[in-house]
Protein backbone atom coordinates (compact mmCIF):
# COMPACT_ATOMS: atom_id res chain seq x y z
CA UNK A 1 0.00 0.00 0.00
CA UNK A 2 1.51 3.33 -0.88
CA UNK A 3 -0.13 7.32 0.10
CA UNK A 4 2.14 10.34 -0.02
CA UNK A 5 3.10 9.83 3.78
CA UNK A 6 4.49 6.56 3.67
CA UNK A 7 4.85 2.83 1.51
CA UNK A 8 3.78 -0.25 3.51
CA UNK A 9 4.72 -3.82 3.16
CA UNK A 10 3.14 -6.43 5.05
CA UNK A 11 3.85 -10.11 5.03
CA UNK A 12 2.02 -12.82 7.45
CA UNK A 13 2.13 -16.71 8.45
CA UNK A 14 0.57 -18.90 9.91
CA UNK A 15 -3.77 -18.77 11.12
CA UNK A 16 -5.05 -15.92 9.79
CA UNK A 17 -6.66 -15.63 13.69
CA UNK A 18 -2.96 -16.01 15.37
CA UNK A 19 -0.39 -15.87 12.74
CA UNK A 20 2.91 -17.06 14.13
CA UNK A 21 4.81 -14.73 11.48
CA UNK A 22 4.33 -11.18 10.58
CA UNK A 23 7.07 -8.47 9.00
CA UNK A 24 5.99 -5.12 8.21
CA UNK A 25 7.64 -2.96 6.16
CA UNK A 26 7.45 1.47 6.47
CA UNK A 27 9.04 3.49 4.15
CA UNK A 28 8.63 7.28 4.60
CA UNK A 29 9.61 9.63 1.12
CA UNK A 30 8.50 12.47 3.16
CA UNK A 31 9.65 12.46 6.35
CA UNK A 32 13.01 14.50 6.39
CA UNK A 33 13.81 13.65 10.35
CA UNK A 34 15.48 10.22 9.64
CA UNK A 35 18.53 11.04 12.05
CA UNK A 36 15.60 12.27 14.81
CA UNK A 37 13.59 9.05 13.86
CA UNK A 38 16.95 6.72 14.52
CA UNK A 39 17.20 8.14 18.03
CA UNK A 40 13.56 7.98 19.08
CA UNK A 41 13.82 4.28 17.77
CA UNK A 42 16.74 3.85 19.74
CA UNK A 43 14.94 4.71 23.23
CA UNK A 44 11.90 2.53 22.82
CA UNK A 45 14.40 -0.29 23.05
CA UNK A 46 15.74 -2.43 25.50
CA UNK A 47 19.42 -0.99 25.74
CA UNK A 48 20.88 -4.86 25.81
CA UNK A 49 19.36 -5.64 22.73
CA UNK A 50 20.56 -2.82 20.48
CA UNK A 51 22.87 -3.47 17.60
CA UNK A 52 23.79 -2.27 14.43
CA UNK A 53 22.11 -3.46 11.41
CA UNK A 54 22.93 -2.99 7.88
CA UNK A 55 20.26 -3.59 4.92
CA UNK A 56 20.56 -3.80 1.54
CA UNK A 57 24.16 -1.64 2.37
CA UNK A 58 22.08 0.70 4.70
CA UNK A 59 23.21 1.37 8.20
CA UNK A 60 20.98 1.72 11.25
CA UNK A 61 20.02 -0.23 14.40
CA UNK A 62 17.75 -3.20 15.41
CA UNK A 63 16.70 -4.15 18.96
CA UNK A 64 13.49 -5.68 21.14
CA UNK A 65 10.76 -2.58 21.80
CA UNK A 66 8.79 -4.83 25.19
CA UNK A 67 5.16 -3.40 26.41
CA UNK A 68 1.63 -4.23 24.86
CA UNK A 69 3.24 -3.83 20.92
CA UNK A 70 6.25 -5.21 21.63
CA UNK A 71 8.20 -6.43 18.50
CA UNK A 72 11.44 -7.25 17.35
CA UNK A 73 12.29 -3.95 15.21
CA UNK A 74 15.10 -3.12 12.45
CA UNK A 75 15.16 0.93 11.17
CA UNK A 76 17.71 1.96 8.69
CA UNK A 77 17.81 5.35 6.49
CA UNK A 78 18.09 5.50 2.73
CA UNK A 79 18.48 8.45 0.98
CA UNK A 80 17.86 10.63 4.50
CA UNK A 81 14.77 8.78 4.65
CA UNK A 82 13.44 6.45 7.00
CA UNK A 83 13.24 2.52 6.13
CA UNK A 84 11.59 0.16 9.29
CA UNK A 85 11.33 -4.10 9.48
CA UNK A 86 8.96 -4.66 12.48
CA UNK A 87 9.08 -8.49 13.51
CA UNK A 88 5.57 -9.59 15.44
CA UNK A 89 5.47 -11.95 17.78
CA UNK A 90 8.83 -10.94 19.41
CA UNK A 91 10.22 -14.76 19.29
CA UNK A 92 13.77 -15.69 18.51
CA UNK A 93 12.74 -17.84 15.70
CA UNK A 94 10.95 -15.08 14.06
CA UNK A 95 13.94 -12.96 14.26
CA UNK A 96 15.86 -15.11 12.51
CA UNK A 97 13.38 -15.89 10.17
CA UNK A 98 13.44 -11.73 9.16
CA UNK A 99 17.37 -11.81 9.40
CA UNK A 100 17.45 -14.13 6.40
CA UNK A 101 15.13 -12.11 4.53
CA UNK A 102 16.71 -9.00 4.95
CA UNK A 103 19.86 -10.66 4.46
CA UNK A 104 18.50 -10.57 1.01
CA UNK A 105 17.57 -6.94 0.41
CA UNK A 106 18.39 -4.99 -2.57
CA UNK A 107 17.90 -1.69 -3.89
CA UNK A 108 19.39 -1.77 -7.31
Known sequence: MATERATNFYLESGPEA???YQLYVVYQPNNNM???GLA???QEMSPESIQE???GGHRGVEGLITG???RYHTIVIKDGKLLSFSTFPPTEE???ITE???STVSFE
Do not use: D, F, R
Open 18 to 20: KPT
Open 34 to 36: AEK
Open 94 to 96: NKE
Open 68 to 70: PKG
Open 100 to 102: QIL
Open 40 to 42: QAK
Open 53 to 55: AIV
